[in-house]
């Protein structure tokens, strides 16, 4: 199931919030937990056992290491056996494949694939997993010492589709004690309102428009239908990403806890660095706390840390999927980070804003030309595209002109200058504001059902001439 | 104050679409769409596992979501607030004028390559005379109320080429026609079809070429029977403020008798009047989709017509019955025997290959022409 759904909205959710403030406080767990599965049986059944039995790891290895808190040989022992099967998992399950089909490019074999479908959420699920362990392991966390509370974080639905990467010691306190309030439901409610339209109303409106490159549906790709193309393409993921994270911190704060923010209006960056302290923030301080800090970070000489971010940055790319294009993605980024860090940061502050701006935003165009396709060779010749003028933009024009409009409203709605004015106003308290601000909303939520109904819409034409 | 004001208005309107959601009852058919909407899932346990159980729920829920025809005009009206030209595929053009918005991708090449040697192989084995018509769509027509560099294929390209590549076969391109009367009301603005007078205009061409006599317009008692038809254009793109589209019934004043034979009933009308309190109006000619109908009239020439057609036909059998003793129309989507044995059985004197060119190049049954 995802939040943007009717069956959500308008079946799973009520019920779920119906029952769970109704129950007592020390019911509210389970139902948060049996919410969970009923959320992602509906995806794919045969994942809850998978999350199951790495819970049961997760919470065993846990209380072992706890136990053993003297014996450092003994605590290595369960971190590593916990570590080693949340990376099993996600290899198992995300890389087999991609790991076969490249052994068989190059030894000749032809070993069979395994077709597995990626489980929704493993990416997330193991993350937030390993950052338990190793917390405890660490020490700066107390292992927890309730199955059921450990079952209620690493299930929380949420965050398991797309994040936010929720460590343990952010909801810690709250697995107890919730903060239901009317205060936390309205402000949660607003909060997954506002991701829903970014989902549904921007998300899916300009990603109609890269659709038509993606599936090819143009005659010919001309330089105008190109550069609308990537920019869709960019104000889609960014949309559609930053709306789950804001669905899934509302939602926690409708349920009384509290989310990491996991993105700042990323393309006002003025360089990469900023961009990636503004884009997908909990999976960036994860791999700093968990790859960059334990490989040494900065604190073993530049060619240490130029090593060190090139690592950080290849894991990161390959993260978002099996495919060496996310590689590259990786890399890529990780290139402009070392030549920031080397010497283009202090140059980058000291030019006029207009031009640091620019220049970071055509290298994240640029980078996301290399997310969008995992064939290379459709990297090139889009590239190519960009930049064919003597190309025929008739084309090209028809769709700028039809989405001209929410591509600008999603490049304003990019910026926090909207905002910014709206938070100003939800602080008044006069009629006229509240009105303003309540129909806005409510505005968001129609026209969202109104676009999740029609979604379906799909009239089959030469049944019934 | 906002809290409040916020926290009862959303839940109000919230708790009363839940609540409507669930006891409003439910339809299978949605008129406006002109579709039959998703049905209740039966339960299987390896659907379930394969999520496909819950993936046909989802859709049964939101095709049967309370208030449904007034969500889509709402999404309609939001895409036309931000000032695009099309929706679902459909192209809004000038003047109230609807157009499908049509790709020439790999897999309608190839469809329109099989239909080209299924119909050369089918005419080569036959001793009767076959005509083949390609009639083109309205966009061909007007491509002017187009919106603005509307990517669009070139239909007299496809028609020239089809028609280049079969042999065997006699054809006609109406295109040239079509575009003479281009002022007058040849094709509906909502509907995929063409309206009578079109059709017609047509079928004239068809007779010229076989030597049929002619009927002028003044021979024809002309009825309008709806000035409220709305069709699948429109039930796609769903617009609200579209202007309607008018459907008329042309009748010879020198009546000829029919008897009209479908699979299941027997009438002595080309037109089924009860269609015409529905949304899918165009039905009303010929009763709509049938694999076969068989016209027997008062005519005594003992000439027998065989149309293999698509619903382009359907309008024109008011004009085609006038002139043969009996015509067959067939739609190969439903009708899966051999058209040579029909012929043979049937004493069939003449073949009409009728398509118009956005079905002809989708799969419409014409493969298995035999």
Redesign the interface.
């Known amino acids: 199931?995802v939040f943007s759904?009717?069956?959500f909205l308008?079946?799973f959710l009520?019920i779920m919030l119906l029952v769970y403030f109704l129950v007592p406080r020390k019911f509210k767990n389970a139902v948060m937990i049996l919410a969970s599965f009923i959320f992602f049986?509906?995806?794919?059944?045969?994942y809850i056992f998978i999350m199951l039995v790495l819970a049961m790891v997760d919470y065993w290895c846990g209380r072992k290491i706890d136990q053993y808190e003297q014996d450092k040989k003994k605590k290595k022992i369960f971190l590593w056996i916990d570590l080693g099967l949340n990376l099993g998992i996600l290899i198992f399950f995300k890389y087999a494949d991609f790991i076969i089909q490249n052994v068989n490019a190059l030894t000749g074999l032809s070993i069979p694939l395994l077709n597995i479908p990626l489980p929704i959420g493993v990416s997330f699920n193991t993350f937030q997993s390993i950052s338990y362990i190793i917390d405890v392991y660490r020490g700066t966390v107390k292992c927890e010492k309730s199955f059921y509370l450990y079952l209620t974080y690493t299930t929380l639905f949420p965050q398991i589709i797309a994040g936010p990467i929720v460590r343990y010691e952010t909801v810690e306190e709250e697995l107890v004690d919730k903060k239901i309030s009317?205060?936390n439901?309205?402000n949660g409610?607003?909060r997954f309102l506002i991701g829903l339209g970014k989902k549904v109303?921007i998300a899916n409106?300009v990603g109609a428009l890269w659709n038509v490159i993606e599936t090819?549906?143009?005659?010919v790709l001309s330089p105008v239908l190109a550069w609308i193309g990537i920019l869709s393409f960019a104000l889609q993921i960014y949309f559609d990403f930053s709306g789950y994270s804001d669905m899934a911190i509302g939602l926690a704060q409708i349920f009384g806890m509290r989310f990491d923010e996991n993105f700042n209006f990323p393309y006002i960056s003025k360089s990469i660095t900023e961009f990636w302290r503004r884009w997908h923030i909990t999976l960036g301080s994860w791999f700093r706390d968990y790859v960059y800090i334990p490989l040494g970070g900065n604190r073993k000489g530049l060619k240490r840390q130029i090593i060190n971010i090139i690592i950080v940055w290849a894991l990161t790319g390959i993260w978002h999927g099996a495919s060496w294009n996310f590689l590259l993605w990786g890399l890529y980024f990780a290139i402009f980070l070392i030549l920031e860090k080397i010497c283009l940061l202090k140059w980058l502050e000291k030019i006029p804003k207009i031009f640091s701006h620019s220049y970071a935003i055509l290298i994240i165009l640029f980078g996301w030309i290399l997310f969008a396709f995992p064939d290379l060779s459709q990297i090139g010749n889009y590239l190519k595209s960009m930049f064919a003028f003597g190309i025929d933009n008739?084309?090209g024009?028809?769709y700028f002109?039809?989405?001209?409009?929410?591509l600008l409203?999603g490049i304003f709605l990019s910026t926090p200058i909207l905002a910014k004015a709206f938070q100003r106003l939800?602080k008044?308290?006069t009629?006229v504001?509240?009105?303003v601000?309540?129909v806005s909303?409510?505005g968001i939520?129609?026209?969202s059902?109104?676009?999740?109904?029609?979604?379906?819409?799909?009239?089959?034409?030469?049944?019934?001439? | 104050?906002?809290?409040k004001?916020?926290?009862y208005?959303?839940m109000s309107?919230?708790?009363v679409?839940?609540v409507f959601?669930f006891v409003a009852p439910k339809v299978s058919f949605s008129e406006e769409?002109?579709?039959?909407l998703?049905s209740f899932p039966t339960f299987d346990f390896t659907k379930?596992?394969e999520?496909e159980y819950?993936k046909e729920?989802?859709?049964y829920?939101?095709?049967h979501?309370v208030f449904?025809d007034l969500?889509?005009k709402?999404?309609?009206t939001?895409e036309q607030a931000?000032?695009?030209?099309?929706n679902?595929g459909i192209y809004i053009g000038e003047d109230g004028y609807l157009f499908e918005k049509q790709?020439l991708?790999e897999t309608k090449i190839t469809n329109v390559k099989q239909h080209i040697e299924r119909i050369s192989a089918f005419a080569q084995n036959q001793k009767v005379p076959i005509t083949m018509m390609l009639i083109p769509n309205s966009v061909s027509v007007y491509p002017e109320k187009l919106?603005?560099?509307?990517?669009v294929?070139d239909q007299s390209k496809l028609i020239e080429e089809v028609y280049q590549n079969l042999t065997s076969i006699k054809t006609i391109d109406v295109l040239d026609t079509l575009i003479e009367h281009k002022e007058e009301y040849i094709y509906f603005k909502t509907d995929?079809?063409m309206t009578s007078l079109g059709a017609y205009f047509v079928y004239q061409e068809y007779a010229k070429e076989n030597g049929i006599p002619l009927h002028s317009l003044e021979d024809y008692e002309i009825r309008l029977v709806t000035d409220d038809f709305l069709g699948?254009f429109d039930?796609?793109a769903?617009l609200i403020l579209q202007e309607k589209d008018f459907m008329y019934q042309y009748q010879l004043k020198e009546k000829v008798f029919l008897q009209v034979e479908y699979d299941t009933q027997v009438s002595n009308s080309l037109y089924e009047e009860s269609y015409l309190q529905t949304k899918?109006k165009?039905?009303y000619y010929l009763n709509?989709?049938q694999a076969r109908v068989k016209v027997t009239t008062s005519n005594q020439n003992h000439e027998k017509l065989l149309v293999i057609k698509?619903?382009y036909a359907?309008n024109m059998a008011q004009f085609i019955c006038n002139d043969f003793e009996e015509v067959h129309f067939i739609d190969l989507?439903y009708y899966k025997m051999s058209m040579s044995d029909y012929i043979e059985e049937n004493g069939i004197t003449q073949v009409l290959i009728l398509y118009n060119v956005s079905?002809f190049v989708?799969d419409?049954g014409l493969r298995s022409l035999k």
């Open positions: 199931m759904s009717i069956v308008y079946i009520p049986a509906w995806g794919e059944i045969r009317q205060e439901f309205v409610m607003k109303l409106n090819g549906s143009y005659t008739t084309e024009w028809y002109r039809n989405y001209i409009v929410i409203i939800e008044k308290n009629v504001a509240s009105f601000v309540t909303y409510l939520f129609l026209l059902t109104a676009s999740l109904v029609s979604d379906t819409f799909n009239p089959f034409l030469y049944f019934r001439f | 104050m906002q809290r004001m916020f926290f208005t959303f309107i919230w708790i679409l839940i959601n769409e002109n579709r039959m998703a379930l596992v999520g819950l729920m989802e859709s829920i939101n095709d979501f449904r969500w889509l709402v999404k309609s939001f931000c000032l695009k030209t099309e679902t790709v991708d919106p603005a560099n509307a990517p294929y995929h079809h699948t039930s796609k769903q899918d165009y039905s709509g989709n698509d619903s359907h989507r079905n989708e419409l």
